[in-house]
């Protein structure tokens, strides 16, 4: 039986990850951080719907931050493969911290890599890169593309990208970066923008909320669904040559454009509640990252067809699940992003993803 250590399990991508790997037979190894109070809602009903789960998924207390902590669990788990999925990954924070993010998403990865090299490991390895290190370079992006990273998280996912291209070409280890394209799902935190509009939309819908305040609205993103691109991150590190890989959808979608098609998918004008604050902005902007696909999948939906998809799906969950959400919070205190099927499976084939 194939080992893996999941780092960031806790999060959207490492919970779709862990369930995919029991799926496929796998024993899973995830790193959680200590905390006062528990953050696993994400990873928690894994054990109730994956019976497996109960002999096949471990959790360990680590951080990326905490080099130690890192030795101790890859020569206690011995992995076959390693997925290096945790990180400081909201943009925005990472301008107000920017030294954690440095310590957690760059020189992690570094920790990472030399705890498997000093273990005597084999592992695969698997490095979470992110769209964000193209910053202002002019889409479509490829693993040709210059990299141009417009804030510190991004800044902090190149020196890992580029550190684990490195150990892949000095030691010979297998190494696997794969650039991401935002990928959002009904798990993704409330806090991106995504998901803080389709929440939005959905407790505006049903009276619980007045307005929505974002930044800038003219931003464009490649927006697919986490638990696809979950899937292509094994079907990567399975490859026989380590490499880059870029994985996206090719289409570009505007937050102005995002916003309108959530709120009429509940009967909505979004002018009429969406407002734009400063206050939300960058000190550096992000203006487009779209993905370079060399060959177009059968039936690659068109802009308006990712969308309309993308809000049937998202505003359905949010519309379900935020009532639930109100009356537990009631509840307290007087005692889905969500996802979005951008592209068809056959995206996930490698043969349909760039590859460098």
Known sequence: MKRALITGITGQDGSYLAELLLEKGYDVHGLVRRSSSFNRGRIDPIWFTYPQAADHLHLHYGDMTDGVSLDRIVRDVRPDEVYNLAAQSHVAVSFEMPEYTASADAVGAVRLL????????????????????????????????????????????????????????????????????????????????????????????????????????????????????????????????????????????????????????????????????????????????????????????????????????????????VPIYHAANLYATSSAVSGFHTTPNELLDLSEVTVG
């Open 114 to 321: 030399e705890s498997i090299r000093n273990a005597g490991l084999d592992s695969r390895f698997y490095q979470a890169s992110t769209s964000e290190m193209f910053g202002s370079t002019p889409p479509p992006h490829d693993e040709t593309s210059a990299f141009h990273p417009r804030s510190p998280y991004g800044a902090a996912k190149l020196y890992a990208h580029s550190v684990t291209v490195n150990y892949r070409e000095a030691y010979g280890m297998h190494a696997v970066s794969g650039i991401l394209f935002n990928h959002e799902s009904p798990r993704r935190g409330e806090s991106f923008v995504t998901r803080k509009i389709t929440r939005a939309a959905a407790q505006i819908k049903l009276g619980q909320q007045e307005r929505l305040s974002l930044g800038n609205l003219d931003a464009i993103r490649d927006w697919g669904y986490a638990k696809e691109y979950v899937d292509g991150m094994w079907r990567m590190l399975q490859q026989d040559e380590p490499s880059t890989f870029v994985l996206g959808t090719g289409v570009g979608t505007s937050v102005r454009e995002f916003c309108r098609y959530a709120f009429e998918h509940v009967g909505l004008d979004w002018q009429e509640y969406v407002d734009t604050d400063p206050r939300y902005e960058r000190p550096a902007e992000v203006d487009a990252l779209i993905a370079e696909l060399e060959v177009a999948p059968v039936g690659s939906p068109e802009r308006s067809e990712v969308l309309s998809e993308l809000e049937t799906r998202v505003l359905e969950d949010e519309v379900a699940v």
